[in-house]
Each structure stands twice: as structure tokens, then as C-alpha cells.
């Protein structure tokens, strides 16, 4: 397999700080915008007009459809999507295999496998049987 595959897939609209590390195959859209200290893992999908603010992390997997803001200093779990529109307001930590509906706005930290839908979370059925220990 060529170099190609590890290769990075950046539009050339995108603004991006110069301290941003992106993963390996991980696209990023028109019009993104990424601020500095910004971490994105690999084989993630950064649709078009998102913007991710200072200091926020993403972890491998995670797809940000069209126009999601991501405010400063958000962690997101691996594999999980926020979709069209979504807001995710500073510092709140989501956590891996979540999903976030269209349009919606998280205020809250959730850090277990989550859907969020209509302004609340709903556990996931693959969710129920773990355990949650101290």
C-alpha cells in the first residue's frame, strides 16, 4: 500500500491554526475552521463550516456532519457523531460511541455510550449491561 493511504484529506479553504495535529485519513471540509492546541484523531470526518475551537480534542473515528460548532476545550469520545448543526458548549466531555442528534445543543458532560435527542440523553441499548464502577 502507497504513502497515500496514511495521507491527510484538508480542503483548501480550511483555516487551520498552525499547533492543530490531525490524525491519519481524516478529512477535513470547505470552510472549517480550527483553532490552536486543537487535537483530532485518526479517520475522522470534519464536514463543511464546522469550527472547532481552541484546546478541544477528538478522538479517533468521530464524524462532525455539516455546520457543528465545537466550543473550547471539548473532549469527544471515539466513534461518536454529532450531527447537522450541533452545538457542543465549552469544556463538556462526551463520551465514546455517542450519538448527537440534529440540531441539538449539549450543555452537560455524558460520559457513557449516549444518544442525545430533543434536549435529552437516552441510553444506548448497548449500554445497558455495563457496569458502572468507582
Same mark, same amino acid.
Given at each position: 500500500?502507497?504513502?497515500? *493511504?496514511?495521507?491527510?484529506?484538508?480542503?483548501?479553504? *480550511?483555516?487551520?491554526?498552525?499547533?492543530?495535529?490531525?490524525?491519519?485519513?481524516?478529512?477535513?471540509?470547505?470552510?472549517?475552521?480550527?483553532? *490552536?492546541?486543537?487535537?483530532?484523531?485518526?479517520?475522522?470526518?470534519?464536514?463543511?463550516?464546522?469550527?472547532?475551537?481552541?484546546?478541544?480534542?477528538?478522538?479517533?473515528?468521530?464524524?462532525?456532519?455539516?455546520?457543528?460548532?465545537?466550543?473550547? *476545550?471539548?473532549?469527544?469520545?471515539?466513534?461518536?457523531?454529532?450531527?447537522?448543526?450541533?452545538?457542543?458548549?465549552?469544556?463538556?466531555?462526551?463520551?465514546?460511541?455517542?450519538?448527537?442528534?440534529?440540531? $441539538?445543543?449539549?450543555?452537560?458532560?455524558?460520559?457513557?455510550?449516549?444518544?442525545?435527542?430533543?434536549?435529552?440523553?437516552?441510553?444506548? $441499548?448497548?449500554?445497558?449491561?455495563?457496569?458502572?464502577?468507582?
Amino acid at each position: 500500500m502507497s504513502n497515500q *493511504a496514511n495521507q491527510k484529506r484538508i480542503h483548501p479553504s *480550511a483555516v487551520i491554526s498552525e499547533d492543530v495535529m490531525i490524525g491519519n485519513e481524516t478529512a477535513v471540509g470547505a470552510g472549517v475552521i480550527i483553532g *490552536a492546541g486543537v487535537f483530532i484523531g485518526d479517520h475522522c470526518r470534519i464536514g463543511t463550516g464546522v469550527i472547532i475551537e481552541a484546546n478541544s480534542k477528538i478522538q479517533n473515528n468521530c464524524v462532525l456532519e455539516p455546520g457543528v460548532i465545537i466550543g473550547k *476545550a471539548v473532549t469527544l469520545g471515539k466513534n461518536t457523531k454529532i450531527g447537522i448543526g450541533a452545538r457542543v458548549i465549552n469544556g463538556v466531555t462526551i463520551g465514546p460511541d455517542s450519538v448527537i442528534k440534529i440540531g $441539538e445543543i449539549v450543555l452537560k458532560d455524558m460520559i457513557y455510550k449516549m444518544v442525545f435527542k430533543r434536549g435529552a440523553w437516552i441510553y444506548r $441499548e448497548d449500554s445497558l449491561n455495563c457496569k458502572n464502577e468507582d
